[in-house]
């Protein structure tokens, strides 16, 4: 939960702004301005999403209404869009949430492997759920990965199509992480869901290492084979989402030596334990608390009130 600045807006459609959902530094890399906001009334806060400024509003409203019309357990919800609006927006009831790259921060370094692990069959069950339907994500990477109490979910759905569409360079292009990108799609290609294993084996690398275009030594040992076979330029070469969903489940053995890290604290995800480390569970408690006694910024109490 980050402050506003003089540039960020007071309401986005009914709602007045709290805060931030991004860190600054990370908001290049980021294909959505994010921030979390409460009604006029105050009986609703909601996280609130609308396009950058470089990205054309119709595309991007066209795939917030194809994700509001989704209904894939592990994929970010969106309960309202408004596409007419200028600029347009979507919005979902609040949930305290951390971006994976505010969670690495918040944990001081990369998270302990069996967080990895444990994220990477969560996120990849969720594609392949969505990839069974016949929808590709094609907005997979570390900002697209919002950590909660509940595990891990995917937003920035259709932000890769968002940005361009199939045939024009997208590699460069605001909001998208370039190491994230499929070679295919980078230039061009129509996202497919080999495309998102690809995305996804880059979050995984960047979870594990903070960066997601590693080398195979700098990976710990049991993700090695699974990040890199993800990572594949060769789009037939990629495990599919459900294949590495049930690798990464398997259990693995356990190191001889003390982990390095505190415990991961186990948290519920659809009945399932989920571990996030203590650092960030306390992170999650402290901005459940923030909101509760957060205030709009003045200009948007003035014009709440006329």
Same mark, same amino acid.
């Given at each position: 939960m980050e402050q506003l600045r003089q540039d960020d807006p007071a309401w986005i459609g009914p709602y007045a702004v709290l805060a931030r959902v991004d860190e &600054? /530094? @990370?908001?290049?890399?980021?294909? +959505? /301005?994010?921030?979390?906001?409460?009604?006029? +009334? *105050?009986?609703?806060?909601?996280?609130?999403?609308?396009?950058?400024?470089?990205?054309?509003? =119709?595309?991007? !409203? =066209? @795939? !917030? @209404?194809?994700?509001?019309?989704?209904?894939?357990? *592990?994929?970010?919800?969106?309960? &309202?869009? +408004?596409?007419?609006? #200028?600029?347009?927006?979507? !919005?979902?009831?609040?949930?305290?949430?951390?971006?994976?790259?505010?969670? #690495? =921060?918040?944990?001081?370094?990369p998270l302990p492997e069996a967080v990895v692990r444990a994220l990477g069959s969560a996120l990849a069950s969720a594609l392949a759920t969505a990839h069974a339907q016949g929808v590709t994500h094609a907005g997979v990477s570390p900002a697209a990965v919002l950590l909660g109490p509940d595990g891990p979910l995917l937003a920035s759905f259709g932000?890769?199509?968002?940005?361009?569409?199939?045939?024009?360079?997208? #590699?460069?292009?605001?909001g998208l992480d370039p190491g994230? %990108?499929?070679?295919?799609?980078?230039?061009?290609?129509?996202? /497919?869901?080999?495309?998102?294993?690809? =995305? %996804?084996? !880059?979050?995984?690398?960047?979870?594990?290492?903070?960066?997601?275009?590693? &080398?195979?030594? @700098?990976?710990?040992?049991s993700l090695r084979e699974p990040v890199t076979a993800c990572l594949a330029g060769d789009a037939a070469r990629r495990p599919s989402a459900a294949d590495l969903a049930a690798g990464l489940a398997a259990p693995t053995p356990q190191p001889q030596s003390p982990p390095r890290s505190a415990a991961p604290v186990p948290t519920v995800l659809d009945g399932r334990s989920f571990p996030l480390p203590a650092r960030i569970v306390a992170a999650l408690a402290r901005q459940s608390a923030a909101v509760l006694v957060a205030q709009p910024a003045a200009h948007a109490q003035e014009v709440g009130r006329s």
């Open positions: &600054e /530094r @990370e908001r290049q890399r980021t294909p +959505d /301005r994010r921030y979390i906001a409460r009604s006029a +009334d *105050g009986r609703r806060t909601v996280l609130v999403h609308a396009p950058r400024t470089e990205t054309d509003p =119709a595309r991007w !409203a =066209a @795939e !917030a @209404e194809q994700a509001r019309r989704l209904s894939v357990l *592990g994929f970010a919800p969106v309960t &309202e869009v +408004d596409g007419t609006a #200028l600029p347009p927006w979507y !919005a979902a009831p609040y949930t305290p949430v951390l971006p994976l790259t505010t969670a #690495l =921060a918040v944990h001081g370094g932000a890769v199509r968002a940005v361009a569409p199939d045939g024009a360079q997208r #590699l460069g292009s605001p994230c %990108l499929a070679p295919e799609q980078a230039q061009g290609g129509r996202p /497919r869901p080999l495309g998102d294993v690809y =995305a %996804l084996g !880059a979050v995984l690398s960047y979870a594990s290492t903070g960066y997601t275009v590693p &080398e195979r030594e @700098e990976l710990p040992a």
